[in-house]
């Protein structure tokens, strides 16, 4: 089955830019700043929607302010290159709360994890009794966030 392809054209990409920046705006205020009545509005977000180029709506979550201050990349190499071991250790980085992010990459290593703590004590813990756990893990390089002038996340 073909996935059904929808057009972006300049009003759609300024729909879906104002829905990453406010998920939470109403329809005639979407409406009203991409210069469409709100009847066509609508129908192009529900188009969106239908076609899966909108997948879904969720909350942004400030760690911050949950404690969770240190924001840490971690490359995570594999001792195998098998399927099953990458399962393995997927299934196990999907348990760990810390990990806020998961990404198979190309390249010197598997996995690219972004990790959120309230402190590096909490980051050598994690690095120490989950990573350090996983038979799988080869090797593990931490990468500790300085800053992110520039996040679309958020």
Do not use: W
């Not at 879904?56 to 302010?65: E, F, V």
């Not at 240190?70 to 348990?95: P, Q, Y």
């Not at 120490?128 to 090797?139: F, M, N, P, R």
């Amino acid at each position: 089955m073909r996935a059904t392809m929808i057009e972006i054209d300049l009003i759609n990409q300024k729909i879906l830019r104002l829905l990453t920046k406010e998920g939470r705006i109403s329809n005639a205020d979407l409406a009203e700043r991409v210069g469409l009545s709100a009847s066509a509005c609508l129908r192009r977000v529900q188009s969106l929607e239908k076609s899966g180029v909108i997948s879904g709506y969720r909350a942004q979550i400030n760690q911050a302010k949950l404690g969770n201050l240190v924001t840490i990349f971690v490359m995570v190499g594999l001792n195998e290159h098998r399927s099953k071991d990458a399962k393995a250790f997927e299934d196990a980085i999907i348990k760990a709360e810390e990990v806020r992010e998961c990404h198979n990459v190309s390249g010197a290593v598997e996995y690219l994890l972004r990790i959120e703590v309230s402190d590096l004590v909490a980051y050598k813990k994690f690095h120490s009794e989950i990573l350090g756990e996983i038979s799988q893990v080869a090797s593990i390089t931490s990468y500790i966030c300085l800053g992110s002038p520039k996040d679309d996340r958020v």
